[in-house]
């Protein structure tokens, strides 16, 4: 496929902001066009005017949301709820909201379940992009219908193919850290501006033969703040530091917060992880993958940095699948050993036995530990 048109690209995003807002998209795709609200806040002005509208609304959601509610759809699908009008914020909450069930899950009386078209899998997609819960509002669009902005289905679900297209290095600049006075900081980014990632380059990896190199995904809560819910600031400053010992390598920095779902929704999950659930569980109910992370991107930055072989620092097997997959010769996996903590004892638990990373260091002492959890 051909990348989309600009003035596509800039809908999309501008298409993403009215919807955080609360405001109303209509997205459109080979003669069928709905428009779209955002189910959050679930106590919006708008919210109780959609349920009630003519014969009620449609919920869409993702099938990992909708398997969540017990119901027996394809994880990767878009569902349909169609919304008996008298259901109300509170019913619908108990559909899409953040917390735990309070009570049976399944549909309420008078909702009909389908699965979704093109044109209303892209609306959720939407809602996912725009940082909120991957669920949103529906009606049929009449030849009056009015919208704050209008959006092409296929422009929304190409929006990650033609960002990656378009990824640019922007501008480099020397930034001297506390592990290395040898660093250069390059920052990425789309033709949208939707996407932006950064290199932190010690010396010059270029010339190795295969340089380290690590993907770290931005953790704000471990990198910022040094939480001990995840492991994430320790081996961010393990790269680094392992990097300046040999004198070069690049760390990738990749703005996909909490796996991918954004640090509101992460927030979310931990909110979840403390009522019981594990990382997996929480990013599912929510109704997100277990990990929403892309990197073919990062694959395209080492492509423009010259480098094609690497070392690469990680525990994570799907990262090294993700670049094989997108032609980058990985000759050796270095692992990531950082010291564990009683808050995230569990978390590391988790990844070893859902996610597959290769932790078999820590043994037995991280199974079925009942400490905290985290999602960093």
Not at 208 to 216: D, G, K, M, S, T
Not at 233 to 243: F, R
Request: aromatic share 4%; with cysteine.
């Amino acid at each position: 496929m051909t990348p989309i048109a600009r003035g596509s690209r800039a809908r999309v995003v501008a298409a993403e902001r009215v919807l955080s807002g609360g405001g109303t998209c209509l997205v459109h795709h080979d003669g069928q066009a709905i428009l779209v609200h955002a189910v959050e806040p679930l106590d919006g002005p708008g919210l109780a005017e959609w349920l009630a509208g003519g014969a009620g609304a449609t919920l869409l959601l993702t099938g990992t949301r909708a398997q969540a509610l017990g119901l027996a759809v394809p994880a990767a699908s878009c569902c349909a709820l169609e919304l008996d009008p008298a259901i109300g914020p509170t019913g619908l909450a108990s559909l899409v909201g953040p917390g735990l069930p309070s009570g049976p899950r399944g549909l309420p009386e008078g909702c009909r379940l389908r699965l979704g078209s093109t044109v209303e899998e892209a609306a959720v997609d939407l809602a996912k992009r725009a940082g909120l819960i991957p669920a949103v509002l529906a009606r049929p669009a009449g030849p009056e219908a009015r919208a704050d902005v209008s959006v092409e289905a296929e422009a929304i679900l190409a929006r990650s193919r033609d960002d990656l297209a378009t990824l640019r290095p922007l501008v480099e600049a020397r930034l001297p850290i506390a592990a290395t006075e040898h660093g250069r900081l390059v920052l990425f980014r789309s033709a949208s501006g939707a996407v932006e990632h950064l290199a932190f380059l010690v010396g010059e990896p270029a010339a190795e033969p295969a340089p380290l190199v690590r993907l770290h995904s931005e953790c704000f809560t471990g990198d910022v703040f040094g939480s001990l819910r995840c492991d994430c600031g320790p081996q961010l400053e393990a790269a680094l530091a392992q990097m300046a010992e040999e004198g070069a390598g690049v760390l990738l920095y990749l703005r996909q917060e909490g796996r991918g779902i954004g640090l509101l929704n992460k927030l979310r999950a931990y909110r979840l992880q403390d009522q019981g659930l594990d990382t997996v569980d929480a990013n599912t109910h929510l109704g997100f993958l277990p990990d929403e992370r892309d990197y073919a991107f990062a694959a395209q930055m080492l492509r423009t940095l010259g480098i094609q072989r690497l070392r690469l620092i990680t525990n994570n097997p799907e990262k090294l699948e993700a670049l094989a997959r997108h032609r980058v010769e990985i000759v050796e996996r270095v692992p990531s050993s950082v010291p564990a903590n009683r808050h995230n004892l569990f978390y590391l638990e988790t990844k070893a036995r859902r996610s597959g990373h290769l932790l078999r260091a820590f043994g037995a002492g991280l199974g079925g530990v009942p400490a905290g959890r985290g999602t960093g």
